[in-house]
T-cell receptor, first 110, second 114 residues
Framework: DAKTTQPPSMDCAEGRAANLPCNHS???????VYWYRQIHSQGPQYIIH???NNETNEMASLIITEDRKSSTLILPHATLRDTAVYYC???????????FGTGTRLKVLA | DAGVIQSPRHEVTEMGQEVTLRCKPI?????LFWYRQTMMRGLELLIY????????DSGMPEDRFSAKMPNASFSTLKIQPSEPRDSAVYFC????????????FGEGSWLTVV
């Protein structure tokens, strides 16, 4: 599985968009990008995933660059409850071996 | 729908005692995972099962750890004998082809070995 690189921490003002970057420069053609978050030692929560097209759901948007070497998770209107550690994971299609890195600790400020 | 259910939520035990953690995956899911989380090592995959069969146990730290999945709705992670360095949060997760490889985590079992 490809390795991912994320900044260790970020701050975001409440109500503003939070843009969380992830670098996965060694990603293969059949590998998906998944995003999870973990709020204060609760179980990690699935947010969104994609292969090469941009994706949007009720929680967030995922923007994947054309060369697929990086992606950005966008929380359009961050709230205090979005304060969490966000993990970017690359996963080969058909496999289940999720490898969690150190993630980005997002703090949403009032 | 009920999510992944883990028990106990918290356990404090003495070094040398046997610890059994339990997990009920989401109904219909055919893959189950055990993870461990510590401050030092983060989230580590210990073992995963597919259709009740262990597929990859390379993350199991040592022989003191064992995991079983006797049926599709139940799994256990056992530590015998327990040691203080086993103190961690243990997460169970499940997945299915229908969920598109997305895995869903339980709320974890907080283990403290004194």
């Amino acid at each position: 599985d490809a390795k991912t690189t994320q900044p260790p921490s970020m701050d975001c003002a409440e109500g503003r968009a939070a843009n969380l970057p992830c670098n996965h420069s060694t990603i293969s053609g059949n590998e998906y990008v998944y995003w999870y978050r973990q709020i204060h030692s609760q179980g990690p929560q699935y947010i969104i995933h994609g292969l090469k097209n941009n994706e949007t759901n009720e929680m967030a948007s995922l923007i994947i660059t054309e060369d697929r070497k990086s992606s950005t998770l966008i929380l359009p209107h961050a709230t205090l409850r979005d304060t969490a550690v966000y993990y970017c994971i690359v996963l080969t299609s058909g496999t289940y071996k999720y490898i969690f890195g150190t993630g980005t600790r997002l703090k949403v400020l009032a | 729908d009920a999510g992944v259910i883990q028990s106990p939520r918290h356990e404090v035990t003495e070094m040398g005692q046997e610890v059994t953690l339990r997990c009920k995956p989401i109904s219909g899911h055919n893959s189950l995972f055990w993870y461990r989380q510590t401050m030092m090592r983060g989230l580590e995959l210990l073992i995963y099962f597919n259709n009740n069969v262990p597929i990859d146990d390379s993350g199991m730290p040592e022989d003191r750890f064992s995991a079983k999945m006797p049926n599709a709705s139940f799994s256990t992670l056992k530590i015998q004998p327990s040691e203080p360095r086993d103190s961690a949060v243990y997460f169970c997760a499940s997945s299915s082809w229908a969920s598109g490889n997305t895995i869903y985590f339980g709320e974890g079992s907080w283990l403290t070995v004194v």
